[in-house]
């Protein structure tokens, strides 16, 4: 079966398929955070596959007006907000280091 949408918009898709484990009963000290590991996975992704090596190479090619764009930041926003360069650069430099007994299981190298 063959959808509408690119191929890029389906692997983004595809991340929500992917298993999480469920957040820790008790929370760490500091600030609660505001959005998911899915969601900077899903943003690996969209940086992979269109070679995109920094948050603000990121941004700006979300900022473009392209009807498959549109359809990325849409699935890239948590809560009706996206979050900030700042925010990215850190969740992206943080990730392989929560991620790594998660998505071991999936077959996924870092």
């Known amino acids: 079966m063959i959808s509408g949408e690119s191929i890029l918009v389906s692997l983004v898709r595809l991340v929500d398929h992917?298993?999480?484990p469920?957040?820790?009963?008790?929370r760490k000290r500091g600030r609660q955070q505001t959005y998911s590991d899915r969601l900077i996975v899903k943003a690996v992704v969209v940086m992979i596959i269109r070679r995109l090596y920094t948050a603000w190479a990121l941004l700006a090619f979300l900022h473009q007006d392209d009807p498959v764009v549109a359809q990325l930041r849409s699935l890239l926003a948590e809560?009706?907000?996206?979050?900030t360069r700042r925010?990215?650069?850190r969740r992206l430099a943080a990730l392989p280091q929560r991620c790594r007994v998660s998505l071991g299981g999936s077959g996924a190298t870092w």
Not at 79 to 83: S, T
């Open 87 to 89: 925010t990215w650069e």
């Open 18 to 20: 992917l298993p999480f």
């Open 79 to 83: 809560h009706g907000q996206f979050p």
């Open 22 to 26: 469920p957040p820790p009963a008790r």
